[in-house]
């Protein structure tokens, strides 16, 4: 059991940048991929993007490619999502995923664990 906590959302304007925090505890951080989703209302839950064990390797959306970043401190137990040049289409509820599984997945299904989500608002 891993439990994922998310912090760092909040409102910014169009343009503007917010950093997403994502806290484990529980199990060795190390062993579980991450990833982070999110979900607007009345809609199902999208990916965002993902990082390997190691954090040598990445995977984005199509709609955040080039603007959003997903790395990783192992030593902290900590996973991050910068988020730059932000659009009133990026306002969300964000989630932090875990998946024990060895390959980056885009699938919603694949991750074990969830964080409770963290509002995003950007206003134009």
């Known amino acids: 059991q891993v439990q994922l906590v998310e912090s760092g959302g909040g409102l910014v304007q169009a343009g503007g940048s917010l950093r997403l925090s994502c806290a484990a505890s529980?199990?060795?951080?190390?062993?579980?991929?991450m990833g982070w989703f999110r979900q607007a209302p009345g809609k199902e839950r999208e990916f965002v993007a993902a990082i390997m064990r190691d954090g040598e390797g990445t995977y984005y959306a199509d709609s955040v490619k080039g603007r959003f970043t997903i790395s990783r401190d192992n030593a902290k137990n900590m996973a991050y999502l910068q988020m730059n040049s932000l659009e009133p289409e990026d306002t969300d509820v964000y989630y932090c995923?875990?998946?024990?599984?060895?390959?980056?997945?885009?699938?919603?299904?694949?991750?074990?664990?969830w964080g409770q989500g963290t509002q995003v608002t950007v206003s134009s």
């Open positions: 529980g199990r060795t951080f190390s062993s579980y991929a």
């Open positions: 995923a875990a998946t024990s599984r060895r390959a980056l997945s885009a699938q919603r299904q694949n991750y074990n664990y």
